[in-house]
């Protein structure tokens, strides 16, 4: 078993918890992942309401906490979008908490990291670019579509930049879900790698005791490190949703 | 059929471990072999996706109509009722500014036409005074002026009553000598004509 634990890629593995029935065709059993997914929910709810408090006048600390990070986002949809991101903004903090909460839950110990699945972040940056599309053709029309072929080039030119547009909008679903998706899954396995150093080599006696500082220490650093990254991806997540959505209520550059 | 435990990732990666036959997912083998095959990764395990994606989808929109209808409007209402108080207190704090300023300048304007006033009536206070005094002066220079007059008409009364009295001890004075020396009593006439020539 202990070697079972210290295995790096064994904390991705999905798992049922709660066995529920198959209903058209999609399996609803609980797994860990779903799980977390549901206290990433629970926790933001509830842990936001808590935090507003009874929304006094003269804000108590956590109250403060709570308008600093809708203060964050809601300056950070109005720096990208200007007063059309209003409209967004429920939506881009949905997913900013989101992922962030889920980050920090996955850095408890023996705790599941929803982010660190390739499903969830692609299912996100699909949901962000269906709306990017959604916005672009409600705002633009069909106007929207001169988001791939941008002014002011010779005629020519547009036989190039247009596939090459095309390609690079296609391809922004997956750099937002792979970067995401990497990150978390990279700390995480250096993170259970050192501990797992730590673990192997403090069974070895007082020298592979004394062996273990060093990786502990480092795996100390990664934590820091990794609590960083949290907050930080879940930040470049939300400010590219605001970037293509800008893009899409501003298609002609 | 997701049945994915710990053993599945073990016998992919690590096949060789004697003790994961003794596993009870020991039947899964062949299926988490193949799953291991079609990835390498547990995240790539396709077989788990669509209960993930379930319940992200049920769990992502209940937190976004969470976050938009209740969590959302509590911190901007606190936010902006907050805003609103600032900004009311702030014109009151002008009006009251405004208000202490005219008060001032008020106060300003009170103080200065006391002064003047007090200055005017000073000023005229002194004129009267002084026409009092001149009056006064004038009064007791005519008095003084009247006792001196008086002082001197008494004098000169008793100066020539004086030299009367001086005429009479003199003639008095020359007879009693005469008869003294002479033993002649002359009269009063030829004594006084004499006196009177002395003189």
């Known amino acids: 078993m202990a070697l079972l634990e210290t295995d790096p890629m064994h904390q991705f593995v999905v798992q ?15 797994t860990n992942s779903a799980l977390f997914m549901i206290l990433t929910t629970l926790v933001t709810s509830f842990g936001l309401i808590l935090l507003t408090g009874r929304g006094a006048m003269v804000p108590t600390r956590s109250q403060s906490i709570a308008e600093i990070l809708y203060g964050f986002v809601a300056d950070m949809v109005r720096s990208i979008m200007g007063e059309e991101g209003r409209a967004v903004f429920p939506y881009v903090f949905t997913l900013f908490i989101f992922i962030l909460v889920a980050n920090l839950l996955g850095m408890l110990p023996g705790s599941y ?66 970067r995401l998706f990497a990150n978390m899954m990279a700390g995480h396995t250096l993170l259970k790698l050192f501990g797992g150093f730590v673990l192997s080599l403090s069974s070895l006696g007082a020298i592979g005791i004394a062996g273990a500082v060093l990786p502990m220490a480092v795996a100390t650093a990664v934590t820091a490190l990794e609590l960083v ?14 970037i293509y959505l800008n893009d899409a209520l501003h298609p002609s550059h | ?32 072999a193949e799953a291991h095959a079609s990835g390498g990764l547990p995240q790539l395990d396709v077989s788990t996706w669509p209960g993930q994606l379930f319940w992200l989808a049920v769990t992502f929109t209940l ?27 702030l014109d009151a704090a002008a009006d009251l500014k405004q208000k202490a ?23 005229g206070n002194r004129a009267e005074v002084d026409k009092a005094m001149a009056a006064e002066a004038a009064q007791a220079d005519l008095e ?11 004098i000169a009364d008793m100066r020539t009553k004086a030299l009367a009295n001086v005429e009479t001890i003199a003639v008095d004075a020359t007879r009693a ?19 009177s020539d002395g003189r």
């Open chain 2, 101 to 123: 300023d005219d008060s001032s300048a008020e106060y300003e304007r009170l103080l200065s036409d006391a002064r003047a006033k007090a200055h005017a009536l000073a000023l």
């Open chain 2, 1 to 32: 059929m997701i049945n994915f435990s710990e053993s599945t990732w073990l016998v992919g990666q690590a096949q060789p471990h004697g003790e994961a036959s003794s596993d009870p997912a020991h039947a899964v083998v062949e299926h988490a």
């Open chain 1, 16 to 30: 049922p918890v709660l066995e529920l029935p198959t209903l058209f065709g999609i399996d609803l059993t609980i």
């Open chain 1, 113 to 178: 990291t929803v982010t660190s699945q390739l499903v969830v972040t692609l299912a996100l940056g699909l949901t962000s670019i269906a709306l990017v599309v959604i916005t672009g053709f409600i705002k633009n029309g069909f106007g929207f579509l001169k988001l791939f072929a941008p002014a002011g080039l010779p005629p020519v030119m547009y036989i190039l930049i247009v596939p090459i547009e095309f390609i690079s909008f296609l391809s922004r679903p997956f750099s937002l879900a792979i």
């Open chain 2, 144 to 154: 003084i002026a009247k006792r001196q007059d008086a002082a001197e008409t008494r």
């Open chain 2, 177 to 195: 000598i005469i008869v003294q020396l002479t033993g002649t009593e002359l009269d009063d006439k030829s004594i006084q004509s004499a006196v």
């Open chain 2, 63 to 89: 937190l976004y109509l969470m976050m938009w209808k209740v969590v959302l409007p509590r911190i901007r209402n606190a936010i902006e009722e907050r805003r609103d108080r600032i900004a009311d207190d």
């Open chain 1, 229 to 242: 990254i949290a907050f930080l991806q879940a930040y470049v997540f939300a400010v590219l949703t605001c």
